[in-house]
């Protein structure tokens, strides 16, 4: 790690035992950093390590952790809404019911989903925490809980797998990380083997959001059908549980409707498409083979 990397994650470190957004030294210390990751110069070293800080205490600082919010009703819905659309696109595309493997997989609630079709699952995460408390209440002996940064990982230790599926990791994954990490995934599946990636995307432009307590590379949806993703993209649905974030104001206006995509989330679709405009970030779940 180079000089200037250190000094920004030792400026990171110290900002957080400030944490007094008035004080001289913070604002002085919060703008030498944003002056670095608004400049050419690269700070992917110092980037990394606020993206681990923050999932090493996203469980700890939120209600639901894994989709980052203290909201009840957005996990339930976006949850229902998720697993129905996964469902669906296993039993269209994937060919096998073997091996999965869910990396990101957080508290583990895809993880057991997954489990109900495949003989056998494993589930990653880099938040050391959360992943012994999966392991410590996890009651199905075909699930299996792993602590590994997938992205620094040794994965030829892994098996080879019928289905993988990969929650909101190139969202955190720098430029020049992206074709490896992408390669190692195709690497894991079998013959005849799908990947999903279900990623935080936009669909106008692109954005790279970097603060001293986040980092995240909301990139085009254009971006995971092109390029190295080319040759084994297959189809893209976009996942309107996502939007759910966006949809406050219009649930305080119609609470009829909350109620009534909360027993139905597929009623997600025409209200997002009504009502959320096409600037703000959304999410798609990508389909991949070999």
């Known amino acids: 790690m180079d000089k200037l990397n250190k000094e920004l994650i030792t400026i990171k470190k110290k900002l957080d035992i400030l944490d007094n957004s008035s004080s001289k030294k913070y604002k002085y210390l919060q703008d030498k950093l944003h002056i670095y990751f608004d400049s050419s110069y690269d700070t992917n070293d ?3 390590f606020i993206i681990s800080s923050f999932w090493q205490k996203a469980y700890k600082n939120y209600k639901d952790g894994g989709y980052i919010t203290n909201d009840k009703y957005i996990s339930k819905v976006r949850f229902k809404y998720e697993k129905t659309i996964l469902k669906n696109k296993i039993n269209k595309f994937c060919e096998n019911s073997n091996k999965a493997l869910d ?3 957080g508290n583990g609630r895809y993880t057991k989903e997954f489990a109900k079709i495949f003989d056998e699952v ?3 995460d880099l938040s050391k925490k959360q992943i012994k408390k999966n392991q410590k209440e996890n009651k199905l002996s075909n699930i299996k809980y792993l602590n590994e940064n997938f992205i620094d990982a040794d994965n030829d230790k892994l098996p080879k797998f019928d289905f993988i599926f990969v929650g909101d990791i190139f969202m955190y994954t720098s430029d020049n990380n992206v074709k490896k990490v992408f390669k190692s995934l195709l690497n894991l599946l079998n013959q005849d083997g799908i990947l999903i990636i279900r990623e935080s995307s936009m669909d106008i432009g692109f954005e790279n959001y970097k603060s001293r307590n986040y ?3 909301y990139r ?3 971006f995971y059908k092109n390029g190295i ?3 084994n993209f297959v189809k893209l649905y976009k996942n309107y549980g996502y939007n759910l974030y966006h949809l406050d104001k ?4 119609n609470p009829d409707a909350k109620i009534k995509i909360e027993k139905n989330p597929k009623l997600l679709k025409k209200v997002v498409k009504q009502f959320v ?3 703000l970030r959304t999410s798609y779940f990508y389909i991949y083979k070999v």
Request: hydrophobic share 35%; charged share 30%.
């Open 46 to 48: 110092a980037e990394k």
């Open 103 to 105: 990396i990101g997989c």
């Open 122 to 124: 494993i589930g990653i």
């Open 215 to 217: 980092v995240a590379y």
């Open 220 to 222: 085009n949806k254009e």
């Open 229 to 231: 993703f080319k040759d």
């Open 250 to 253: 219009y649930f305080n206006v």
């Open 277 to 279: 405009p096409k600037e």
